[in-house]
């Protein structure tokens, strides 16, 4: 939801759909600065939260956040920004932050997630009393971006020094775009088998979920209305009957706009809603 007018702005939002769940930018994602936090905007938000019954706030990093660059430059201005992702959230008192890993550009695979294990690493150090948690998103494994992969994150994670503060978050067009067809029944059981060996169960904070424009192994991130894009709705039909995600916070990130005078939000919503009861 958009924090314009206020980060309480975008819980009211949330919650006047039925929501109990609300993901925030905490500031401007395409730009590096960022305005600073009131005490005012920190109670706001806070009885927003409290008014509207928004259990599970999240907010996700800026997009120009890159943890694997080889460039030192720009590697270290990823790193400084996303320890002040963290303090920000920690202001809010939001206790996670989705980031992508990044990507490696220029150097190999194992040399980008040994870059981004040792960025994680330098952000807790300069973040040790933060209880906000760096959440690393599967992404879509578009060019070298990576965390394409439940293995790929699983390695990154492995070789952070405090592992227990990392988070995993899956998005379902992201899975879908890098090959994983969550609409097939067996491969949906075998990639959160795989996860759970790889990664533990304990370690899935959020879930994206969002329908592909993109066809399946694209490697193409273009999110799309819960059953109105490749992926279809027997997929989200899975992820609503299995048990072990029933605690699992999930969050829309479908573009906004209307449907026949009704916003996609509601939309989507509904759709959602009426799988999990089906």
């Known amino acids: 939801m958009s924090i314009a007018g206020g980060y309480y702005k975008a819980v009211e ?95 190999s695979q194992e040399e980008g997630i040994s870059l981004v294990a040792g960025s994680i690493d330098e952000i807790h150090r300069r973040v040790a009393r933060c209880k906000a948690l760096i959440t690393l998103e599967l992404t879509a494994g578009q060019g070298t971006c990576l965390g394409c992969s439940l293995a790929q994150l699983a390695q990154i994670v492995s070789q952070v020094k405090w592992s227990e503060r990392v988070g995993i978050c899956v998005d379902t067009c992201h899975a879908f775009a890098a090959g994983t067809d969550l609409r097939d029944r067996k491969a949906f059981l075998a990639f959160w088998r795989e996860f759970d060996d790889r990664l533990g169960p304990d370690s899935l904070k959020a879930i994206h979920l969002n329908d592909s424009k993109r066809e399946l192994g694209s ?60």
């Open 219 to 278: 490697r193409v991130d273009r999110h799309e209305h819960i059953g109105h894009g490749k992926i279809g709705l027997e997929a989200f039909r899975h992820i609503l009957k299995d048990k072990r995600l029933k605690r699992v916070p999930m969050y829309l990130e479908t573009p906004k706009g209307d449907h026949n005078g009704e916003a996609w939000d509601a939309v989507n919503l509904r759709t959602l809603r009426e799988l999990a009861r089906s």
């Open 13 to 107: 939002a949330a919650a006047a759909f039925g929501m109990d769940v609300v993901q925030v930018f905490t500031k401007n994602n395409t730009q590096w600065r960022a305005k600073a936090i009131g005490e005012q905007d920190v109670a706001l938000f806070a009885g927003a939260l409290r008014n509207g019954k928004i259990r599970h706030p999240i907010s996700h990093a800026s997009y120009l956040i890159n943890l694997a660059s080889p460039n030192p430059v720009l590697r270290e201005k990823s790193i400084a920004a996303m320890v002040v992702e963290l303090e920000r959230a920690e202001m809010l008192g939001i206790p996670h932050v989705v980031v992508h890993p990044g990507a490696h550009t220029t150097v």
